[in-house]
């Protein structure tokens, strides 16, 4: 079991599996209002104030890395979206490289089944959302089928939300996506832009 | 493969009572007075159809209810009509008593032989009443879709007729639901463009709009529309399921989704969904990003409503990648 908890403007996370190790990951945007406009605060992300600390394990190699930052939690890959810009492309991507957690400060998740939400159903991931706070999760795993769990409020200021990692293999074992891709076919379609091509 | 199959796939050729179709067919063809018009490709009114899949006992039940459905179509206005997937499947009611354990959810793997010996004649029987109809009514048809087996495999393959009833696109499902895995399916190799035809409208199958890239695969293509014939079985009807599907991929990729929904108990498997033309939260008045939804996920019902294409396509030329750099995209689907 994993717990996360929310303060005004600070995620802490505590893996129950590594107690001794919680894990605190500071955010402080600088005034109350820029929170409602998500899409402001890419100009200012300060990497400094992102404070993570031990177990996390970063992977620096990750050809992403501009976008997203990974940690290996509680034997699970977790990545932070570090802008508003958003794509599927961009969590198919982390989900091929086994990331099961997503979180985005940054993504405005007002919308009704929005980009998080829609991220969190065909790549069978977990996504913290920030405003509001939501853990979105696959529509197999929660009782009304909406892919919705709400924070719970556990003192002013504070709110938790709980799952198993479990759950998300439940997911997969009853409504397969991934195994059924057709790489070969979207190969040969490739529609992304080629002029970064890398030779 | 027993000896059984072969004999039901000669009483099916039977039941199917082709001279009976003959005639209806030479009757509509004599009545035919539409001339299919030149589109004004500022716009186009499409008909999205939810049609009940429970079998029929006979096949001139069938085609009467998928002529009406034609005829309320084009009392709309429609140039575009869709249908739902697994649309002929419902003819094999005619020989639903002959084929051991079909009322039985729990039989559907003893079900694939059947399915292969009993595919292709109802195939040809949906195939040619779908031209037929499009030729008639003159609208440009996606026809649902309906079991194929070429060369040993078997699909689950989508039809586009144009309004003279030429086809223009056969599309075979390329994502398969394990159900489909078990009764023996195969996936389509590639996803198809349209040979020739006045819209820009591709079609693929149910489980394919679970996955973002056909719809950028579409759009790379060149279509502004996607049409989605689904059969969702799910005994009951979730918003947030039904909304993983089309509605979900065209507010990632601008296009407009026309989805065609096959419903009620096909062979003890229950089916809910609504037919719907879903568009980019932007071109809707209310950003819900649906233009017209049916109003139950159970029975039937012609839902119609005109999609502004000039809107759709100045979305698509404002579509980027904006800053994101694009380099690790080359590398996405290599491993």
Redesign the interface.
Same mark, same amino acid.
């Not at chain 1, 794509?87 to 961009?90: A, G, R």
């Not at chain 1, 059924?180 to 790489?183: M, S, T, V």
């Given at each position: 079991m994993a717990e996360f908890w929310f303060y005004d403007h600070r995620i802490t996370a505590y893996p129950d599996s590594i107690p001794d190790h919680s894990l605190t990951w500071h955010y402080y945007p600088s005034s109350r209002q820029e929170s409602e406009h998500p899409g402001h605060w890419v100009q200012q992300w300060p990497d400094q104030r992102l404070t993570v600390s031990a177990p996390l394990v970063p992977f620096d190699d990750d &050809?992403?890395n &501009?976008?997203a930052i990974q940690f290996l939690w509680d034997h699970q890959r977790v990545a932070i979206l570090k802008q508003a810009?958003w %794509?599927? &492309?961009?969590v198919?991507?982390l989900r091929?490289q086994d990331v099961r957690m997503i979180v985005a400060p940054f993504l405005d998740n007002h919308?009704q089944?929005g980009?998080l939400w829609?991220d969190a159903?065909?790549n069978q991931v977990m996504a913290i959302a920030m405003f509001p706070l939501q853990l979105l999760v696959p529509?197999e795993t929660t009782n009304d *089928?909406?892919?919705y769990r709400s924070a719970e409020l556990v003192s002013p200021g504070v709110w938790r939300v709980k799952w198993l990692w479990s759950e998300l293999s439940e997911a997969e074992s009853k409504f *397969? %996506?991934l195994p059924?891709?057709?790489?070969d %076919?979207?190969?040969?379609? *490739?529609?992304?832009?080629? &002029?970064?091509?890398?030779l | 493969m027993n000896w059984q199959q072969p004999l039901a796939t000669y009483v099916l050729r039977n039941q199917l009572q082709w001279r009976e179709w003959h005639k209806w067919a030479r009757a509509l063809q004599t009545e035919r007075e539409t001339l299919s018009p030149i589109p004004d490709m500022g716009s186009v009114t499409a008909s999205v159809v939810q049609f009940t899949v429970d079998p029929v006992t006979s096949p001139a039940l069938w085609r009467d209810r998928v002529t009406q459905a034609f005829r309320q179509a084009k009392a709309q206005g429609a140039q575009i009509i869709v249908f739902g997937e697994d649309i002929a499947l419902p003819l094999l009611g005619v020989l639903a008593d002959r084929i051991p354990g079909s009322a039985n959810q729990n039989s559907l793997a003893s079900l694939a032989p059947w399915l292969r010996a009993l595919a292709n004649p109802v195939y040809v029987y949906w195939h040619r009443t779908m031209q037929v109809l499009a030729k008639h009514f003159a609208i440009t048809t996606v026809a649902g879709s309906a079991l194929k087996k070429t060369h040993s495999q078997l699909f689950n393959q989508s039809v586009i007729f144009d309004a003279n009833g030429w086809v223009i696109a056969v599309q075979p499902k390329m994502h398969l639901l394990p159900l489909e895995h078990d009764l023996g399916l195969s996936p389509g190799a590639d996803l198809n463009p349209q040979s020739f035809a006045p819209w820009p409208l591709v079609t693929v199958v149910c489980n394919d709009a679970t996955y973002f890239e056909t719809f950028r695969m579409a759009w790379h293509l060149g279509a502004l529309l996607v049409a989605v014939p689904i059969a969702d079985s799910e005994p009951l009807y979730s918003e947030a399921k039904a909304r993983r599907g089309t509605w979900a991929r065209v507010q990632e990729t601008p296009v407009a989704g026309l989805v065609g929904a096959s419903t009620g108990n096909l062979f003890g498997i229950k089916l809910t969904g609504k037919a719907a033309i879903y568009l980019p939260a932007a071109l809707t008045k209310d950003d819900s990003g649906i233009l017209a939804e049916s109003n139950s996920p159970e029975g039937e019902e012609v839902i119609t409503a005109t999609i502004d294409l000039a809107r759709l396509r100045k979305l698509q030329q404002e579509f980027a990648y904006q800053d994101l750099t694009a380099h690790w995209l080359n590398t996405l689907y290599s491993h």
């Open positions: &050809e992403v &501009e976008m810009h %794509i599927p &492309e961009l198919r991507y091929f919308q089944f980009p829609r159903q065909q529509c *089928a909406t892919g *397969a %996506i059924h891709l057709r790489r %076919i979207y190969q040969k379609h *490739a529609w992304w832009p080629r &002029e970064h091509l890398r | -």
